[in-house]
């Protein structure tokens, strides 16, 4: 492993911070509801986070085996109280505080009555009871027609599938329904009493039409929906009218601060890390995972296993999105009963060609197959496969995800220059970026920073409330340079990933 010297470890990324007596106002506060946890943190000018000054809450989805993934939403709204109680009543922060933003995991709904009150969980992303309406729909309309559209395909994932399979199985809760929202439209509204969507945001349902930054009628009609009942579209310089200053006045260092409509969490870790021009591919790897390059121009065509999503009238986010990053190094250590196993370590050994061969599936695919039922698949396990050999297949089969949609990027993203991984599966299996570098054949620049996401939360609102701030840098933790020798082995393994996914997913 080729690795620059005297470089910090993972574990050192808490450092980048700054004393609030040296931050440069104006200070902003950005909140982050992810699939583990929500979390806040107050950031300066510079896109520094401001130490002392944040907050995290975990939660987790509930999961069940028919593809059922939600959360509370009333929970999130309580979580994000609790962040900005703790972190935002401070009297010394008085007047420095001119911006508060949110992003969330993408791909939320939930619906409200006309009380402004939930009437049904926050199904999230990776619920995929929807599949078999999502079937229905490819049927129907011309997928790839869909994506030179919204600039996303069919998915259950997305919006489309999902509003069908509600008036399927839960027609009371349609009619009921005044309207239906992301979960971050959901937390402001109560907390602000307004809400909008962030162009991220929704570009991430798959009903806006990435062209002109409206929601797509001809989208609405295929869901079953009116554009009555969505919220209006904000993109990321534009902040929240109509806040309720009395539900505010409750924070004293939010007095002054304006308050942005929700942003979808991948383009704020891409933004994080630096991912903000079109010669920087950043890998995303927590829960879930993907890879983005932030193009400032609207390509005319989009490869068929990725997603383009609109963000303002200039730019949009290119890439692909895995469902089982992170949750798949979970499910190993539970499953697998790995306790005092150090999956780094088992990353960092030798290939070896009795790895089993593994498509690391456990809640469905969306890049590059955008296969909803997909599931994992072990193959070529033997007598003499133990559990060690399991977790590297699991391994080797993500890093394969990444090199498929690392395979159609070449073709759209013509300008990247650097791969910048991050995210907490980087930090706490740094080693498994040797088999990712080894897989993609290229260096890859290994960037920790804690709270990265929030941290382009907070780069997004300083666009227009400190545009003559340099932000601040961050060095990388090191880089991953690719073992050439290891090059036929990997060859080897992504050919029978594609054999056994032609044979097991193609087509589902």
């Given at each position: 492993?080729?690795?620059?010297?005297?470089?910090?470890?993972?574990?050192?990324?808490?450092?980048?911070?700054?004393?609030?007596?040296?931050?440069?106002?104006?200070?902003?506060?950005?909140?982050?509801?992810?699939?583990?946890?929500?979390?806040?943190?107050?950031?300066?000018?510079?896109?520094?986070?401001?130490?002392?000054?944040?907050?995290?809450?975990?939660?987790?989805?509930?999961?069940?085996?028919?593809?059922?993934?939600?959360?509370?939403?009333?929970?999130?709204?309580?979580?994000?109280?609790?962040?900005?109680?703790?972190?935002?009543?401070?009297?010394?922060?008085?007047?420095?505080?001119?911006?508060?933003?949110?992003?969330?995991?993408?791909?939320?709904?939930?619906?409200?009555?006309?009380?402004?009150?939930?009437?049904?969980?926050?199904?999230?992303?990776?619920?995929?009871?929807?599949?078999?309406?999502?079937?229905?729909?490819?049927?129907?309309?011309?997928?790839?027609?869909?994506?030179?559209?919204?600039?996303?395909?069919?998915?259950?994932?997305?919006?489309?599938?999902?509003?069908?399979?509600?008036?399927?199985?839960?027609?009371?809760?349609?009619?009921?329904?005044?309207?239906?929202?992301?979960?971050?439209?959901?937390?402001?509204?109560?907390?602000?009493?307004?809400?909008?969507?962030?162009?991220?945001?929704?570009?991430?349902?798959g009903l806006l039409n990435r062209r002109s930054g409206n929601w797509?009628?001809?989208?609405?009609?295929?869901?079953?929906?009116?554009?009555?009942?969505?919220?209006?579209?904000?993109?990321?310089?534009?902040?929240?009218?109509?806040?309720?200053?009395?539900?505010?006045?409750?924070?004293?260092?939010?007095?002054?601060?304006?308050?942005?409509?929700?942003?979808?969490?991948?383009?704020?870790?891409?933004?994080?890390?630096?991912?903000?021009?079109?010669?920087?591919?950043?890998?995303?790897?927590?829960?879930?995972?993907?890879?983005?390059?932030?193009?400032?121009?609207?390509?005319?065509?989009?490869?068929?296993?990725?997603?383009?999503?609109?963000?303002?009238?200039?730019?949009?986010?290119?890439?692909?999105?895995?469902?089982?990053?992170?949750?798949?190094?979970?499910?190993?250590?539970?499953?697998?009963?790995?306790?005092?196993?150090?999956?780094?370590?088992?990353?960092?050994?030798?290939?070896?060609?009795?790895?089993?061969?593994?498509?690391?599936?456990?809640?469905?695919?969306?890049?590059?197959?955008?296969?909803?039922?997909?599931?994992?698949?072990?193959?070529?396990?033997?007598?003499?496969?133990?559990?060690?050999?399991?977790?590297?297949?699991?391994?080797?089969?993500?890093?394969?995800?990444?090199?498929?949609?690392?395979?159609?990027?070449?073709?759209?993203?013509?300008?990247?220059?650097?791969?910048?991984?991050?995210?907490?599966?980087?930090?706490?299996?740094?080693?498994?970026?040797?088999?990712?570098?080894?897989?993609?054949?290229?260096?890859?620049?290994?960037?920790?920073?804690?709270?990265?996401?929030?941290?382009?939360?907070?780069?997004?609102?300083?666009?227009?409330?400190?545009p003559d701030v340099e932000p601040a840098n961050h060095e990388p933790?090191?880089?991953?340079?690719?073992?050439?020798?290891?090059?036929?082995?990997?060859?080897?393994?992504?050919?029978?990933?594609?054999?056994?996914?032609?044979?097991?997913?193609?087509?589902?």
């Amino acid at each position: 492993m080729a690795k620059h010297k005297d470089t910090p470890r993972p574990d050192d990324g808490v450092e980048f911070a700054v004393e609030l007596k040296k931050a440069v106002d104006p200070l902003v506060m950005a909140l982050d509801v992810g699939s583990t946890a929500s979390r806040g943190s107050l950031h300066d000018a510079t896109g520094a986070p401001v130490r002392g000054y944040r907050h995290k809450v975990p939660h987790s989805f509930t999961t069940n085996s028919d593809g059922t993934s939600v959360i509370d939403p009333d929970q999130v709204v309580e979580e994000l109280t609790e962040i900005l109680d703790l972190v935002c009543d401070r009297p010394e922060l008085a007047g420095r505080v001119r911006g508060v933003g949110l992003d969330t995991f993408a791909s939320s709904l939930v619906g409200v009555n006309e009380d402004g009150d939930a009437i049904t969980l926050c199904f999230t992303y990776a619920d995929s009871r929807c599949a078999p309406q999502l079937a229905q729909l490819r049927k129907e309309l011309d997928e790839r027609e869909v994506q030179d559209i919204v600039g996303a395909r069919l998915h259950t994932s997305y919006l489309a599938p999902r509003f069908r399979w509600l008036a399927e199985t839960q027609p009371e809760i349609m009619e009921e329904a005044a309207r239906w929202m992301s979960i971050g439209e959901y937390v402001w509204l109560k907390l602000l009493g307004t809400t909008a969507a962030g162009t991220a945001t929704a570009a991430w349902t798959g009903l806006l039409n990435r062209r002109s930054g409206n929601w797509d009628q001809c989208m609405l009609k295929a869901a079953g929906i009116t554009e009555d009942v969505l919220s209006p579209i904000l993109d990321p310089d534009q902040p929240l009218p109509d806040v309720d200053p009395e539900r505010t006045e409750r924070w004293e260092a939010l007095s002054d601060a304006q308050w942005y409509a929700p942003v979808a969490d991948g383009l704020c870790a891409n933004v994080g890390v630096g991912g903000d021009n079109q010669q920087t591919m950043v890998v995303s790897a927590a829960t879930s995972g993907a890879m983005r390059v932030l193009l400032h121009h609207r390509p005319n065509d989009i490869p068929p296993g990725l997603w383009c999503y609109r963000i303002d009238s200039s730019r949009c986010l290119l890439g692909g999105a895995l469902n089982d990053v992170g949750r798949a190094i979970s499910w190993l250590e539970t499953t697998l009963n790995l306790d005092g196993v150090d999956l780094d370590e088992i990353a960092a050994e030798a290939v070896s060609p009795s790895t089993p061969g593994v498509l690391p599936f456990l809640t469905g695919e969306r890049s590059t197959g955008w296969a909803g039922s997909a599931r994992t698949a072990f193959v070529d396990v033997s007598a003499s496969t133990d559990a060690t050999g399991m977790a590297r297949g699991m391994l080797e089969g993500i890093a394969a995800s990444y090199r498929r949609v690392a395979d159609e990027m070449e073709e759209a993203a013509k300008d990247v220059e650097k791969i910048v991984a991050a995210g907490s599966v980087t930090q706490g299996l740094p080693s498994w970026l040797q088999i990712l570098g080894d897989y993609l054949g290229k260096p890859v620049i290994h960037q920790v920073m804690k709270r990265s996401t929030a941290r382009g939360t907070a780069l997004l609102m300083l666009e227009s409330l400190a545009p003559d701030v340099e932000p601040a840098n961050h060095e990388p933790a090191g880089t991953y340079s690719p073992q050439y020798e290891t090059r036929e082995y990997y060859d080897g393994v992504h050919e029978r990933f594609e054999r056994v996914y032609d044979a097991l997913v193609a087509g589902s």
